[in-house]
C-alpha cells in the first residue's frame, strides 16, 4: 500500500538536499567544451576566471564529480523559501476527466517569483567569497534581475543589471522591485559601454535582446575592478544549482511512493528543465529507472526543434566563449512574444547532448494555446502562472488528455517555475482576444544559421 498522498509535498529541513548533482558525471557523450572565440581552443579555467568567478568557472568545467557539497550560507538562505511544494493537481485532474495523475513542483513562492532565486544565491555567494564588490547581468523579462538583486542585498554585494529595453519600458514594476533590493538598472542597449553604443548606432530604435544585454554586462565586469559576470541560464553551472528542484522533487517521489513516467519542463537556456530532470536522468543514465523526458518551447523561439546543434556565440557582441548548442543563430531575434524567458537563440549544452542523444524530447507550443493552458489552470489551481511556466502546463494537460483517451493511468510531473504577476499585459492581450502566434520561416531560420561560426 502506497502512502496517502497530501496535497501539497514538503520535504522536512532535514530531507532537504545537501550537495547539488552534477549529471554530466553520469553522462556517456559530455557535452562538448566551451571554445574560446579567437582561438578556438577549449577555455581554460584561468580564462575561464577572468569572466567569472574562480569557483564557479570550476563548476563550469566540472564533468567528473557527480556531487557537489552546497555551502552553508546557500543551504541557510534555501531555507528562506525551500523546500518548494510538490503538489498533486488534484483540481486540475478533475477538471480534464484524466485517469493520468499529474504533479507540479512549485518554485514561485518567493518575491522574485521563480526559480531562478536558487542560482542566484549560489553565483553570489561565491562572488562574495571571493572578496569581489559586485557583479553584473543580463536580464529579459526580468525574473533574472530580480532573483540576482535579492541575493546580493542579501550578501551586500553590488549589482548591475543590463535589463532589455522593451522590457525594461513594458515592465516598469520589475525594474522597481530590483531598484529596491539596491540594483543599478540599465536598458540594454545602452550608451554606457561600447558595444551598447556600437549596436545604437547600427540598428537605431532597437528595442534590445538578451544577446546584447549579454554582451554589454560582459563588457562592463570584464572593465571594472572587482566585478564579475553571472548569467541566468543556459551555463552548466547554472543547471547544476537548479538541480535541487529535482532532487526535492525526486526525494518527495521516492518518499510517497509516486513513479513519474512523465516528466516535463519548459526550456528557454534550459536550466530549470535541466535541474528538474537530472537527478532522474541521472537514474535513466545509470540503468535504474526509465522516464519520458519532454523539454517544451515556444513556437516563436524554436531552438531544439528546429535549430541546429552547432558551436554558436552566445551573445551579439561575440565576446563570450563559443557553445556548442541546439541554436538558431546569436542573430536571431525572435518575435515579440510574452514569455521573455523563452526568448534565448540557444540552449544548455548539458540539455541539448541529451537532445541528441535521444535521451530527451522536444515539443514546441504557439502562444494563444499556451496562455488558453494558463487560464485553465489558474481557474481550478489558483495559481496563476508566469506564461514560461505555462509551455508545460499545456503540455501536460495534452498528456493527461492522451490518457483520457487510451485510459492510461501515467503519472505526470511538470515544473511550474514561476508566477505572473509581472505578466498582466500579456493576459490583457490574451483576455482582449489580441494575441498572435508567431512562427518563423525556413528561410528566416536558415538566413540566421547561415552566420554560424565556423569551427573546425
Ligand atoms: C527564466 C525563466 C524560465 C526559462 O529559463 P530556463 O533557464 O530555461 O529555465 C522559465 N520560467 C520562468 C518563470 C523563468 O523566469
Redesign the pocket.
Known amino acids: 500500500m502506497s502512502k496517502e498522498i497530501p496535497y501539497k509535498i514538503y520535504l522536512e529541513e532535514t530531507e532537504m538536499p545537501k550537495q547539488w548533482y552534477n549529471v554530466r558525471a553520469d553522462m556517456k557523450n559530455k557535452p562538448a567544451p566551451l571554445l574560446n572565440p579567437a582561438t578556438h581552443q577549449p577555455m581554460t579555467i584561468d580564462e575561464l576566471s577572468t569572466v567569472f568567478c574562480r569557483e564557479l568557472a570550476e563548476q563550469e568545467l566540472n564533468t567528473t564529480d557527480p556531487y557537489i557539497d552546497i555551502p552553508q550560507e546557500i543551504l541557510d538562505f534555501y531555507k528562506m523559501y525551500r523546500p518548494s511544494p510538490l503538489v498533486r493537481a488534484y483540481c486540475l485532474e478533475k477538471a480534464l476527466g484524466t485517469p493520468a495523475k499529474i504533479y507540479y513542483k512549485f518554485e514561485?513562492n518567493n518575491t522574485s517569483?521563480?526559480?531562478?532565486l536558487n542560482s542566484a544565491i549560489a553565483q553570489a555567494y561565491y562572488a562574495k567569497k571571493q572578496g569581489l564588490k559586485g557583479v553584473t547581468t543580463e536580464t529579459g523579462?526580468g525574473?533574472?534581475g530580480t532573483a540576482l538583486s535579492m541575493a546580493c542585498a542579501y550578501l551586500g554585494l553590488d549589482c548591475k543589471v543590463y535589463m532589455v529595453k522593451v522590457s525594461y519600458e513594458q515592465k516598469p514594476f520589475r525594474r522597481e522591485v530590483m531598484r529596491t533590493y539596491g540594483a543599478d538598472v540599465t536598458p540594454s542597449p545602452s550608451n554606457t559601454t561600447n558595444i551598447g553604443r556600437q549596436i545604437l548606432e547600427k540598428f537605431p530604435g532597437t528595442t534590445g535582446s538578451l544577446g546584447c544585454a549579454i554582451s554589454e554586462a560582459v563588457e562592463v565586469a570584464v572593465g571594472t575592478e572587482g566585478y564579475r559576470y553571472v548569467l541566468?541560464?543556459?551555463l552548466s553551472q547554472?543547471l547544476l544549482h537548479?538541480s535541487v528542484i529535482g532532487l526535492e522533487a525526486m526525494a518527495a517521489c521516492d518518499k510517497y511512493d509516486i513513479k513519474p513516467d512523465m516528466i516535463i519542463?519548459?526550456?528557454?537556456?534550459?536550466?530549470?528543465?535541466g535541474g528538474l530532470i537530472s537527478p532522474f536522468m541521472g537514474r535513466k543514465l545509470r540503468g535504474e529507472a526509465d522516464y519520458e523526458f519532454i523539454a517544451v518551447e515556444p513556437a516563436s523561439c524554436p531552438s531544439l526543434t528546429r535549430g541546429k546543434y552547432a558551436y554558436d556565440f552566445c551573445d551579439t557582441g561575440r565576446v563570450c566563449p563559443l557553445a556548442k548548442m541546439y541554436t538558431l543563430g546569436s542573430g536571431f531575434i525572435p518575435s515579440a512574444n510574452h514569455a521573455g524567458?523563452?526568448r534565448y537563440h540557444g540552449m544548455s549544452s548539458v540539455v541539448s547532448q541529451l537532445y541528441d542523444d535521444g535521451l530527451i524530447t522536444a515539443r514546441s507550443v504557439e502562444q494563444t494555446s499556451v496562455f488558453k493552458a494558463a487560464e485553465q489552470f489558474a481557474r481550478v489551481e489558483g495559481i496563476l502562472p508566469?506564461p514560461?511556466?505555462s509551455h508545460a502546463i499545456k503540455v501536460a494537460i495534452d498528456e493527461a488528455l492522451k490518457c483520457k483517451e487510451t485510459g492510461e493511468e501515467k503519472t505526470i510531473l511538470f515544473g511550474l517555475?514561476?508566477t505572473g504577476y509581472f505578466d498582466m499585459v500579456a493576459y490583457q492581450k490574451y483576455n482582449d482576444g489580441e494575441m498572435s502566434d508567431y512562427i518563423p520561416t525556413d528561410e528566416e531560420i536558415a538566413k540566421s544559421l547561415a552566420q554560424l561560426p565556423v569551427v573546425e
Open positions: 514561485g517569483g521563480s526559480h531562478k523579462a525574473q533574472w541566468g541560464s543556459v547554472v537548479q519542463g519548459c526550456a528557454g537556456g534550459g536550466s530549470n528543465l524567458g523563452l508566469a514560461e511556466s517555475t514561476g
